[in-house]
């Protein structure tokens, strides 16, 4: 794969230091401006304290692309809604073979990421299977099952069905590690009924394990979940009773494929008078800084 570096990111992984990659898709179809870019700054620079490296990827032109610079990342953030295409590992052909710009998804982010030599790549939540639709299962989970990524989440979006969510990334070989928790956390709020099978107590732990893991060398990916900060979380009741009105009025308006994620997450806003805005973008930052302190982590001998 032929990738056009930043300066910054091509200097830090020549010099062996830890660089979290980034996805676009919360840029160009998470959020409205200027929300998206503020998060994606704050995101930077919670990675950029702890010494690691932030890498965001894209498609620009047709070119696959490591690091955002200021001014593409503002160019991707003012774009007008689905100007910009998303792309997991299905759409890549197509879109840099014509020459057209692609935010990525966590499949996309997830493929570049490796291609690019990073390993380490903090996202919101993971895409899964969805609610009522057991067929309709993201990429972003076959993904992690043929890509060496950890990524670093509030687990899966709770607007999925987590229980056939965990079911497929078993299937996957996927290890799920709770960071702080013995239960998934479901994005906007900070528990489920589920349990994860690793439970990682702080970054030492989390570190030792993204070490064995990279030893192992499995050959596929890894997820590590992190609740969203308590300040922030939604109260179980009232996310599930947004998500199950919101997934209502998609299947309603017959929205299918990807177009499903970003309009519920959007009535979610609506819906909670912007809380799950306020707990979408808290998260952002706080899996931005604790990927990146794993990042800094394991690599100390």
Known sequence: ??????????????NDQPVVALE????????????????????????????????????VDGRVTVGLDDELLETFATAERDSIAKCSRR??????????????????????????????????GIGGVHRGH???????????????????CAGAKSILDLELT????????????????????????RSSDFAVPTVARDVAEAAAIVRAWRELDTGNGMLITVPVPEDS???????????VKAVAEADANSIVGNAVTPYVLGRIVELTD?????????????NAGVAAAIAVESIRS
């Open 166 to 189: 965990l079911e497929v990334l078993e299937t996957q070989g996927v290890p799920v590690v709770g960071f702080g928790t013995d239960k998934l956390p479901a994005f906007y709020t």
């Open 24 to 59: 676009t898709t919360v840029i160009t179809h998470g959020m409205e401006y200027p929300h998206n870019r503020d998060v994606s700054l704050a995101m930077i620079d919670a990675i950029g304290e702890t010494g690691a490296c932030a890498a965001i990827l894209a498609i």
């Open 91 to 124: 759409d890549l052909p197509g879109i840099v073979g014509l020459g057209q710009s692609g935010s990525l998804t966590v499949s996309g982010t997830a493929m570049v990421a490796h291609a690019a030599g990073i390993d380490l790549f903090a996202t919101g």
């Open 233 to 243: 979380a939604l109260s179980e009741a009232d996310a599930e009773a947004a998500i």
């Open 274 to 286: 912007g809380r799950s805005l306020t707990a979408n973008k808290a998260l952002l930052v706080n």
């Open 134 to 152: 057991p067929f309709d299962v993201s990429a972003d989970l076959t993904e992690l099952g043929r890509t060496p990524v950890a990524v670093v």
């Open 1 to 14: 794969m032929n990738l056009d570096y930043a300066a910054p990111v091509r200097e830090a992984l020549a």
